[in-house]
């Protein structure tokens, strides 16, 4: 298994990103070379063991679109996990992490139903047995940051497959814990609760689409997620909802809490886009975290080549 409970990690066992990135590259490097085997030995004895932190050539092909291997610098931990939504607990980006520290996230289940031939509901330990990858997505907040995370993870195919969804299903809903006793009122997050939010099935089955346990090699810490979220990295960040406990397969187009909180602002597709504005803001460039200037936005998060085709029917100015 890839992935450690965070709190039971010593801040001094906690690779620095320098060594994770070149630990990473060096793989990279070892694929690409086509000596995989001598690699692994070599790799064994210079990192005894870790957990299994990198995945196969092929998927490294779906998952980075070529503009963005290895230039690209992951964010690092302490970036990634002092700066989130969740509003479950706060409003406040850089206070989720304290207020979701006591988060209890087993026992966990994700029950799984609506119009499939099997319904089914997968206890976390049952998640964590499917094979976990590491994928290196950018990830873009509608509100305007980014950041590159190395998530830990499966596809969501995986699930979707184990159930068989009915051919009548064409969408996928998703629901979040909602826990009074743990978490703050729907009155003080300012958006109805529990936090919704849905897929076109195509879009759920397809590749880049993960169900995340962790990142950065470690169980998903509670601020970013915890036990399990979806990450969609070619849409805004809000679609990638937070700890789920309920995946339903659905007919028609499901509600969504940003969409009911303010639906000329969010749509329900959402993909990134920099030629459509947010209603009060541009969205042509954005802030990474730990640089000085904006960067311009790409179309679909930089994931056209692997996304634009489920769209090209499509008038993505009117389904923002
Ligand atoms: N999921 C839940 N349940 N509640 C939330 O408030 N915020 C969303 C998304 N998922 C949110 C959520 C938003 S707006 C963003 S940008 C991302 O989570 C932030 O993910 P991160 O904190 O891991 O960067």
């Keep these: 298994m890839i ?7 010593k801040s001094s066992e906690i690779t620095d990103e320098k060594t994770y990135l070149n630990r990473r590259n060096f793989i990279r490097a070892g694929l690409l070379a086509g000596t995989t085997l001598a690699t692994a030995g070599v790799y064994r004895f210079i ?25 690209e610098k992951l964010n690092s931990f302490e970036e990634i996990t002092n700066y989130n939504n969740f509003y479950e607990f706060s409003t406040s980006k850089t206070a989720v ?29 049952d998640l964590l047995k499917f094979e976990q ?35 009548a299903a064409k969408y996928v809903a ?37 169900l995340a346990t962790g990142l950065y090699g470690k169980l998903m810490p509670n601020q970013n997620g915890a036990p399990v979220r979806l990450v969609v990295p070619w849409k805004y960040g809000f679609k990638s909802i937070k700890s789920i406990v309920k995946i339903s397969l659905t007919e028609k187009e499901p509600p969504t809490t940003w969409n009911i909180a303010a639906p000329s ?46 769209y090209s029917d499509m008038n993505l100015k009117k389904y923002f």
Excluded at 48 to 66: G, L
Excluded at 187 to 199: H, K, M, N, Q, R
Excluded at 270 to 299: C, D, F, K, M
Aim: charged fraction near 25%.
């Design 3 to 9: 992935v450690k409970n965070p709190n039971e990690i």
């Design 47 to 71: 990192n005894p063991p870790p957990p299994k932190e990198v995945v196969t050539a092929e998927i490294q092909n779906i998952i980075q679109p070529p503009d963005f291997r290895a230039e």
């Design 97 to 125: 992490a304290r207020r979701a520290e006591n988060f209890v996230t087993r026992p966990w289940a994700i029950e799984v139903g609506g119009l499939v031939q099997k319904p089914k509901t997968f206890a976390i330990e």
């Design 133 to 167: 990858e590491e994928r290196i997505y950018r990830f873009r907040c509608v509100e305007g940051w980014s950041m590159v995370i190395p998530w830990v993870g499966f596809p969501l195919k995986k699930i979707l497959d184990a159930v068989e969804p009915l051919g």
């Design 174 to 210: 998703f629901e979040t814990l909602y826990d009074s006793a743990q978490m703050q009122s729907s009155f003080s997050a300012g958006i109805d609760l529990p936090y919704l939010e849905g897929l076109r099935l195509d879009e759920a089955a397809h590749p880049l689409t993960i």
């Design 265 to 310: 602002e969010y749509g329900f597709y959402s993909n990134v886009n920099p030629n459509v504005r947010h209603p009060r803001w541009s969205q042509a460039t954005e802030n990474h975290i730990g640089e000085y200037t904006r960067r311009p936005t790409l179309p679909f998060n930089g994931y056209a080549e692997q996304v634009e085709s489920l």
